[in-house]
């Protein structure tokens, strides 16, 4: 996506797009979650070489979730909706995201039976019928990771102390990389 071109297309219907985002101040607001297709996607080949999670990173957001293919959209609102649930409960969101993702993975058709049947799930899944009468054919319907790897966590790294006169870099999960010392 280049500059000017494209966008995020908001439930209003607006377009966002990458000069608003970029005018965006999200110092205050910490999170973003894009579950949309291939939101996490950069295409290198033109001069910006960012992606639209890249832009809410450099507007100012800690942290991005954002898929990276062509996601389903009931495993999306399963996936979803598990990983807001857990991360009320963690206030984690790399650990959330990644149970989430397990929990899809190993959830099975009987369970999602039960799920599917409250009032929530059904508002969220109308139209969606004969897809999930598909999904009950097999134990488990999300197992293969196209259902649940397309999703990421991507977070800006902390600022560099260049004043501890310490070259060294490590990678912890659950924030991102950082870097320790002057370059």
């Known amino acids: 996506m280049t500059r000017g071109q494209g966008g995020l297309q908001l439930a209003?219907?607006?377009l966002l797009d990458l000069k608003s985002l970029d005018a965006l101040a999200l110092a205050n607001r910490p999170i973003v979650i894009l579950s949309a297709c291939e939101t996490g996607r950069?295409?290198?080949?033109?001069?910006?070489?960012?992606g639209i999670a890249d832009?809410?990173?450099?507007?100012g957001a800690t942290c991005v979730v954002a898929t990276l293919w062509v996601v389903d959209d009931v495993s999306t609102?399963?996936?979803?909706?598990?990983?807001?649930e857990d991360a009320r409960k963690t206030r984690d969101l790399a650990t959330a995201l990644?149970?989430?993702?397990?929990?899809?993975?190993?959830?099975?058709?009987?369970?999602?039976?039960?799920?599917?049947?409250t009032p929530i799930?059904?508002?969220?899944?109308?139209?969606?019928?004969?897809?999930?009468?598909?999904?009950?054919?097999?134990?488990?319907?999300?197992?293969?990771?196209f259902y649940w790897a397309s999703f990421y966590l991507a977070t800006r790294p902390p600022p560099l102390d260049v004043g501890s006169g310490?070259?060294?870099a490590s990678i912890r999960p659950?924030?991102?990389i950082e870097v320790h010392g002057s370059l």
Not at 77 to 84: D, F, I, P, T, V
């Open 12 to 14: 209003d219907g607006d």
């Open 42 to 50: 950069t295409d290198w080949r033109d001069l910006v070489g960012l």
């Open 55 to 59: 832009h809410f990173l450099a507007s």
């Open 77 to 84: 609102a399963l996936l979803m909706w598990k990983l807001y």
């Open 98 to 117: 990644q149970s989430a993702q397990v929990w899809l993975r190993e959830v099975t058709s009987d369970a999602l039976r039960a799920l599917l049947d």
């Open 121 to 145: 799930f059904r508002r969220v899944l109308k139209g969606s019928g004969s897809r999930l009468d598909q999904l009950f054919t097999a134990e488990r319907p999300f197992a293969d990771p």
């Open 166 to 168: 310490q070259d060294t």
């Open 174 to 176: 659950s924030q991102g």
